[in-house]
């Protein structure tokens, strides 16, 4: 399987303007800026969309684990923290903070924190960023 986004650019980096798209449609033209991306401005950027990207990697992730072992989750949140720095000359991703409220009717509490623990690290895009992952998580019986 391959999955496509693009970007295009326009401009100088601080008053330029850009918009993303997917393959699928979901996200057309959808703008970017300086502002959007390094301050409070409007628009999307591309840290953004990864922590979007962790999130539903990560729930799936999870869901897919436990139902190996025969357990269906009723639900599972999570929300994901990308953090960006100024590392030098340059910006880099340092950070991705998985916060997780899973309702499992039933599980067991250890059952469920192997799971969870093997979800944060064996979700694909886990596996693609090379940077700090943590987690907290809450199981809701």
Not at 72 to 98: C, W, Y
Not at 103 to 110: F, R, T
Request: hydrophobic content about 40%; proline content about 4%.
């Amino acid at each position: 399987m391959k999955r496509k986004g693009s970007a295009v650019w326009q401009g100088g980096l601080k008053d330029g303007k850009g918009v993303v798209s997917t393959g699928s449609s979901v996200l057309k033209d959808v703008p970017y800026t300086f502002a959007s991306r390094f301050e409070e401005g409007k628009g999307t950027n591309p840290e953004e969309l990864v922590a979007a990207a962790h999130a539903g990697c990560y729930s799936m992730a999870l869901s897919f684990i436990l139902g190996m072992s025969g357990i269906t989750p009723e639900s599972i949140s999570t929300t994901a923290t990308v953090t960006i720095e100024q590392i030098g000359d340059g910006f880099e991703v340092t950070a991705s903070h998985l916060d997780v409220t899973a309702k499992v009717p039933g599980v067991d509490k250890a059952k469920f924190d192997e799971a969870a623990k093997a979800a944060e690290t064996g979700c694909p895009i886990s596996k693609l960023l090379k940077t700090k992952i943590t987690m907290e998580y809450k199981l809701e019986v």
